[in-house]
Structure formats: structure tokens, C-alpha cells
């Protein structure tokens, strides 16, 4: 059951904060949503902070993009929240944000498909890369929606992420897992080696996620049936990226449990003790902060 509309704010309100303070956006950027019903969506306005609003600066519009209620103006994003809507009427709640690396992802051309966390598999499947369009138009969300009847978390190129969900903090907690995976894919190709889970193991979380209720048509496309470079997980007949962008990096290693995995080697002139040293001191300041 949808919320009522002052909780609704609340939540939109909450979510912007964290997205905030997470460092997911920086100054005005990103957008977030609720359904409140068939006719009406609350939606964050445009040219204010999300670490900084209150539920008064919240707009409400209807499924034409005209405002119902509020004194400020919509999203320049309004269309794609509107549109994703109604294509999905499992969801009530979007995200979209700018989470850095994630977003580095999307800028060198790289989808986070490959099969490496149960948790992210179990959650959100897998990431693709929707195509660059011009923010603010019809072609800026265009290219999503190819993916939008399989997938809950999209890489933008060159621009940043978006998340849909059940409801709005949904919504942002994959935003979190989508940033979170992001990061650890990241730090593990740098230090050499991205193990990546056998197809029959990654079968066995695609069949969690449907008795969980997950809402999925995904397949996984692995190293074993494919002869790819890494587990991937793909909805039918969906390209791995977007346009002709290369091929990802990641999980160029056999998958965990192969008889040809061997321990990770880093590349040469990479002084290990003083990555490792590095990479820790990243962790203990983040956990400080």
C-alpha cells in the first residue's frame, strides 16, 4: 500500500540527505520520486541542494508533467521519472544520483554485469550501461528503457545512475549497493585479479531472486558457455553495454572454483605493500568519517 503524501516527502527528504551526505551528488545534481497514486507523482524540485530540503519544497505533478501542488518547479528529469511509471507499475519509488565511482564506471564505458557478489546478484541482478542523451530531454532517458523491463539499477554514460524500486528508500538503498559493488570491483581490478562465480552457482542466486519475489528475466551469460572473458549476467537478447563501448576489465580470471584459477598477480611496477597500504588507508578514513 502507497504511502500518504506528507510520509511520502519524509521519505523523498531522507533519501536526499543520505544521497547528500554519502557524497552520491553534489551541489542541485540528482532527482527522486515517489508515486503517490494513478494520477499524481512528488518529485524533488530543480536548483535545490537534496542534502538541504524540507518536505514544503517537494512538487507534486501529474502524469502530464504539470504542477498539481507546490511552489517551485519540477525536476528538468520530470519526464523520465513520469515515464518510467509508467512503464513499470511494480514501481513507486526512483532514484537518480551521481555516485563517483559508479559513475567512473559509466564514463569509461564499462556496465557492472559481471557475476562477482551474491549479494548483488540476489538484489539487483546485474547493471547495465544505457547510452548518453542529452539531460533534460526524451533521449536522455530513451536508451533506459531497453533495459527497463529487466533491471532495477542503471549505469548512464558520462553521467551518473539511476535505481528504481518498490518505494522511494528502496529506491536509494540500491543506489548504495550499485556505488558499493562499484567500489569493490574497483579496488579489486587494481590490486589484479577479479574472481568471478561459476555459472551454476550464479544460476542457483537467479533462482533465489525469483523466490524472493525479485521481479527478474535475467539470464546468466558465463564464462564456461560463452568462452567470455568473465560471468556476466544479460537479459535475453540484451547487448552487454552501451553502443560500442569496450568490454570491461573485470573478471578477466577464471571463475571461483576452476581448476585454472591461480592466485591473483599484479601487474608490473605495481609496488604491492605500498597499494595495500594505500587502499587501507582509504578504508579507515571512510570509516572514520
Same mark, same amino acid.
Given at each position: 500500500m502507497i504511502k500518504n503524501l506528507y510520509s511520502l516527502k519524509?521519505?523523498?527528504?531522507?533519501?536526499?540527505?543520505?544521497?547528500?551526505?554519502?557524497?552520491?551528488?553534489?551541489?542541485?545534481?540528482?532527482n527522486i520520486s515517489a508515486r503517490i497514486d494513478e494520477k499524481r507523482v512528488v518529485i524533488t524540485p530543480t536548483g535545490v541542494s537534496k542534502g538541504f530540503m524540507s518536505p514544503d519544497?517537494?512538487?507534486?505533478?501529474?502524469?502530464?508533467?504539470?504542477?498539481?501542488?507546490?511552489?517551485?518547479?519540477?525536476?528538468?528529469?520530470?519526464?523520465?521519472?513520469?515515464?518510467?511509471?509508467?512503464?513499470?507499475?511494480?514501481?513507486?519509488?526512483?532514484?537518480?544520483?551521481?555516485?563517483?565511482? %559508479?559513475?567512473?564506471?559509466?564514463?569509461?564505458?564499462i556496465p557492472l554485469t559481471q557475476c562477482i557478489l551474491p549479494e548483488v546478484i540476489i538484489s539487483l541482478g546485474g547493471i547495465p550501461l544505457a547510452e548518453y542523451g542529452t539531460p533534460g530531454t526524451d533521449e536522455f532517458y530513451q536508451p533506459v528503457l531497453k533495459y527497463l523491463k529487466d533491471y532495477d539499477a542503471f549505469l548512464l554514460e558520462n553521467h551518473g545512475a539511476l535505481t528504481i524500486g518498490k518505494d522511494v528508500m528502496n529506491a536509494?538503498?540500491?543506489?548504495?549497493?550499485?556505488?558499493?559493488?562499484?567500489?569493490?570491483?574497483?579496488?579489486?581490478?587494481?590490486?589484479?585479479?577479479?574472481?568471478?562465480?561459476?555459472g551454476e552457482n550464479v544460476q542457483k542466486l537467479l533462482d533465489l531472486r525469483k523466490n524472493f519475489g525479485i521481479k527478474s528475466n535475467v539470464t546468466c551469460e558465463t564464462c564456461e558457455s560463452s568462452n567470455a572473458a568473465a560471468c556476466?549476467?544479460?537479459?535475453?537478447?540484451?547487448?552487454? %553495454?552501451?553502443?560500442?563501448?569496450?568490454?570491461?576489465?573485470?573478471?578477466?580470471?577464471?571463475?571461483?572454483?576452476? %581448476?585454472?584459477?591461480?592466485?591473483?598477480?599484479?601487474?608490473?611496477?605495481?609496488?604491492?605493500?605500498?597499494?595495500?597500504?594505500?587502499?587501507?588507508?582509504?578504508?579507515?578514513?571512510?570509516?572514520?568519517?
Open positions: 519524509k521519505d523523498i527528504v531522507e533519501a536526499g540527505r543520505r544521497v547528500y551526505n554519502r557524497g552520491y551528488v553534489a551541489s542541485n545534481d540528482g519544497d517537494l512538487v507534486v505533478v501529474d502524469y502530464e508533467g504539470d504542477v498539481v501542488e507546490g511552489k517551485k518547479k519540477p525536476s528538468s528529469e520530470v519526464y523520465m521519472h513520469l515515464r518510467i511509471f509508467k512503464e513499470r507499475p511494480d514501481v513507486n519509488g526512483i532514484c537518480h544520483a551521481h555516485p563517483p565511482v %559508479a559513475t567512473g564506471f559509466a564514463v569509461a564505458g536509494y538503498h540500491k543506489m548504495e549497493t550499485l556505488e558499493h559493488f562499484a567500489h569493490i570491483a574497483f579496488v579489486a581490478t587494481q590490486l589484479g585479479n577479479v574472481n568471478t562465480l561459476k556476466s549476467i544479460v537479459a535475453p537478447n540484451q547487448p552487454h %553495454a552501451a553502443g560500442s563501448a569496450p568490454a570491461s576489465p573485470i573478471g578477466n580470471s577464471p571463475p571461483v572454483g576452476s %581448476a585454472s584459477n591461480s592466485p591473483p598477480v599484479l601487474p608490473e611496477g605495481i609496488d604491492q605493500e605500498a597499494l595495500v597500504k594505500q587502499i587501507t588507508a582509504t578504508i579507515l578514513k571512510r570509516l572514520s568519517g
